[in-house]
């Protein structure tokens, strides 16, 4: 378990750990109850607010862990569909980006899981800088109970999609994941939960077996390995033939449909040929295919393909029978794509 600045963070541990942890304390194990309330319920932002907590627990709690928050540092607002972007402040100084959507099924809540990224594809702006490092469990939550607490809204879907690459920080995604849906906590469904992943072929292999009800989606956006490798470096260590696999691995394993993610950039992989492909690879693993125009970075030399050619990619992919949605262009005049704010705030 990960430590902050030589203590334990409390934050992350699940009610049996803190029950233990209770009990070398010497004290009585109903506490451990009573303060997990406090952070994964009631969202407590510090040991100030546990009312019903004895002040001198609370001063030995002080003392032996570490309580992690994030501060909203900016927030931006769409003015056209109430998509609201909020930038936080961890602990030690880093920013990170988180994304509020609102939907006619429940509000959506897109988490990062790093600061930075050391994964390096050619699109992306999170990944400029390189990997900061890896959140804890409980900065993930944090992202969850703070933006709860700013909308007074219950999140009813979590996406690990925002900055930084979540197989590439296993051990806290997992622990975030029992936290999030444990049902002494905030008890969010599994299956209204998606992680994102630009395609570590063996951690996706660990997750099928980890007995979790979630989305895996899968970041493909080329159809040929030779075209993958030059938007995603990734791509040079596990070729599609590999990551078809593991997708069918996760499908039998856990039941669960998977998820291709597809971003269109104009000339790069928006033809009529690389649909057809597409659909050659969903189509067999039945999986759900989920559009996104670009979003342009300015680092980056991509453009988005105009909607006239994202219409016909999708209409060539339900031809051959694929369920395509289209992701909802949601923030796309709030700095929308993953990474930016935080660029901007950061010069
Ligand atoms: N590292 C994970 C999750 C974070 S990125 C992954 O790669 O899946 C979330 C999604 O946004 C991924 O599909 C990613 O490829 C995509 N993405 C990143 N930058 C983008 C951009 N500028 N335009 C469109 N999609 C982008």
């Known amino acids: 378990m990960d430590a902050v600045g030589g203590k334990r963070d409390i934050k992350s541990l699940t009610l049996e750990e803190l029950k233990k942890e209770m009990e070398e304390m010497g004290e009585k194990t109903f506490r451990a109850k009573q303060l997990y309330e406090w952070m994964h319920v009631k969202l407590a932002r510090g040991y100030g607010e546990m009312t019903n907590i004895p002040g001198s627990l609370r001063e030995r709690c002080e003392e032996r862990y570490a309580y992690t928050s994030v501060r909203q540092v900016r927030l931006q607002e769409s003015a056209r569909d109430g998509t609201k972007k909020f930038l936080f402040e961890l602990a030690d100084g880093n920013t990170v980006e ?8 429940g509000n959506s809540v897109c988490i990062s899981s790093q600061v930075g990224c050391r994964m390096g594809c050619a699109f992306c702006a999170s990944t400029l800088d390189g990997l900061e490092r890896s959140l804890l469990p409980s900065e993930m939550l944090d992202q969850v109970y703070m933006i709860t607490r700013l909308t007074g809204e219950r999140v009813s879907n979590v996406v690990v999609m925002g900055m930084g690459e979540p197989l590439d920080n296993y051990d806290n995604l997992i622990r975030f994941l029992h936290l999030l849906t444990d049902e002494n906590g905030l008890h969010i469904s599994q299956r209204s939960l998606t992680v994102s992943t630009c395609g570590l072929v063996p951690q996706m292999r660990r997750l099928a077996e980890e007995g979790l009800q979630i989305t895996l989606a899968l970041s493909l956006h080329a159809t040929t390995d030779e ?74 030399g991509f453009r988005a393909s105009t909607g006239e050619r994202v219409l016909a990619f999708k209409n060539k992919l339900e031809k051959n029978g694929i369920n395509v949605t289209i992701r909802r262009e949601m923030g796309g005049d709030i700095d929308g794509a993953c990474g930016q704010l935080r660029r901007k705030a950061l010069r």
């Not at 988180?98 to 099924?105: E, F, G, P």
């Not at 992989?269 to 559009?291: F, I, K, M, Y």
């Open 227 to 300: 075209k993958r490798r030059e938007m995603m470096p990734v791509a040079r260590r596990y070729c599609l033939e590999e990551l078809m696999e593991a997708c069918a691995y996760y499908r039998e394993r856990t039941g669960r449909r998977v998820t291709f993610e597809y971003s269109l950039a104009e000339g790069v992989n928006d033809s009529s040929r690389e649909a057809e492909a597409l659909a050659g690879l969903a189509g067999p693993l039945d999986c759900h295919v989920n559009l996104i125009p670009v979003n342009p970075v300015e680092e980056r």
């Open 98 to 105: 988180s994304v509020w959507m609102k939907y006619k099924h």
